[in-house]
């Protein structure tokens, strides 16, 4: 029966939209007044409710969450994302559609330094999209491309998703960190694979070739 009064609590919750974390707050405390009008517990006591609350959120690795996201804000105000494309268009940017292989190369060196999708993909939008819509490239393509590169960050460490879930369900972060390396990189591949293949739909006119002291310095 208590099963039952938290599921239909939960169901309820959410069905009025209310967020995932309050829902199972008030399932929380609906389930405890429950137990407490039939005798299962002493009392209704709220400060048990408050205790559990304060130590789910009491959590040292969860630090490292709003942590990635301000190293993201630093990396775009301290101009670090122009620099990393600056790098990617050094070395990849004289190809035929090299604008598409610098954001794969961007999406993949940032998501090694921010951990954040959004944070990621809304640096690389902000510099890439407009000097592809000058260059002459389908708009709605380079976005999407964009968007494909930014879902890496997740995948290479340092993740937030990683973090998280290492937290909840008691996982070593740092063997979830080293098995994101691979799978992270092969996607990277895979979106630049995939934008090759479509680069000989945009007819456009590669970058060209930088001298080797340029990509010394960019580097």
């Known amino acids: 029966m208590t099963i039952a009064v938290f599921v239909f609590s939960l169901i309820g919750a959410m069905a009025l939209g209310m967020p995932i974390a309050y829902a199972l707050l008030v399932c929380g405390l609906s389930l405890m007044a429950y137990m407490a009008s039939n005798g299962m517990i002493n009392a209704f006591d ?3 409710l408050a205790q559990r609350f304060v130590d789910g959120a009491d959590n040292f690795p969860l630090l490292a969450v709003p942590f990635f996201l301000l190293a993201g804000e630093f990396m775009n105000a301290g101009g670090l994302s122009r620099r990393i494309v600056n790098l990617a ?6 190809f035929r559609g090299g604008l598409g292989y610098v954001a794969v ?3 993949v ?3 090694s330094l921010s951990g954040s999708a959004v944070a990621d993909t809304a640096a690389l939008a902000a510099l890439l999209i407009p000097m592809m819509k000058r260059a ?3 708009v709605g393509r380079s976005a999407g491309l964009i968007a494909s590169g930014g879902i890496i960050a997740p995948v290479i460490p340092p993740s937030i998703g990683f973090i998280i879930f290492g ?3 008691n996982v070593s972060i740092t063997k979830l960190f080293l098995a994101g390396i691979v799978p992270g990189i092969l ?3 895979a979106v630049g694979l995939t934008w090759w293949w479509l680069a000989k739909r945009e007819n456009v006119q590669p970058a060209p070739r930088m001298p080797w002291s340029e990509k010394v310095k960019a580097t």
Do not use: D, K
């Open 167 to 169: 937290v909840a369900a």
């Open 187 to 189: 996607m990277g591949a």
């Open 136 to 138: 002459g490239y389908n």
């Open 109 to 111: 060196i940032m998501a």
């Open 46 to 48: 709220s400060q048990i």
């Open 89 to 94: 268009m050094a070395w990849v940017g004289h």
């Open 105 to 107: 190369m961007a999406a």
